[in-house]
T-cell receptor
């Protein structure tokens, strides 16, 4: 039973390029969350999506960042015109339901390095 | 708003000794509480959760956590630490009826042989 799959595991982009991070949730899960992890800052919530809908994007920067979870295919976190400060580990998690007692299941992350 | 505090950046414990990793939380309603562990270059793994009922919750790998409503705490414990328990531990909270899960900053546990 495959877990949450994220790719690529490592991504290097030059300043100004675009980064696309992909996440396939666990089978049967229709709730996806994206988090960013920086050393000394812990795990910061970015966005919560259900199939075809953004439910909560309160943690997403207003510019350059977007996320989608189409009816078919993986969830995508897109960062346009990357800057050095975007370098971080980005984690995707999925859950069976969006309610309180459903734990999140995490992928192994995508480590983005902006040069 | 909901928040989680993990007051210790790092906890050191000798192998075989009991360990405690502290967590306090703040929510406006009733909390759902979680502990996760992260090994280097990996994602977070779910350890245990508190929903309701018994204040002592048992989870994976011999870990347990104690919910204390009056102190708004949910400390992670293990009676006898193993070197393989060395990792980064995250406490998380979700307010009932709220969908976002908020994580603490993490506590690095170092078990010394």
């Amino acid at each position: 039973n495959a877990g949450v799959m994220q790719n690529p595991r490592h991504l290097v982009r030059r300043r100004g390029q675009e980064a696309r991070l992909r996440c396939s949730p666990m089978k049967g899960h229709s709730h996806v969350y994206w988090y960013r992890q920086l050393p000394e800052e812990g795990l910061k919530f970015m966005v919560y999506l259900q199939k075809e809908n953004i439910i909560d994007e309160s943690g997403m920067p207003k510019e350059r960042f977007s996320a989608e979870f189409p009816k078919e295919g993986p969830s995508i976190l897109r960062i346009q015109q990357v800057v050095r400060g975007d370098s971080a580990a980005y984690f995707c998690a999925s859950s069976l339901t969006g309610t309180g007692d459903s734990p999140l299941h995490f992928g192994n992350g995508t480590r983005l390095t902006v040069t | 708003a909901q928040s989680v505090a993990q007051p210790e950046d790092q906890v050191n414990v000798a192998e075989g000794n009991p360990l405690t990793v502290k967590c306090t939380y703040s929510v406006s309603g009733n909390p759902y509480l979680f502990w996760y562990v992260q090994y280097p270059n990996r994602g977070l793994q779910f350890l245990l959760k508190y929903i309701t009922g018994d204040n002592l919750v048992k989870g994976s790998y011999g870990f347990e956590a104690e919910f204390n409503k009056s102190q708004t705490s949910f400390h992670l414990k293990k009676p006898s630490a193993l070197v393989s328990d060395s990792a980064l531990y995250f406490c998380a909270v979700r307010d009932m009826g709220y969908q976002k899960v908020t994580f603490g900053i993490g506590t690095k546990l170092q078990v010394i042989p």
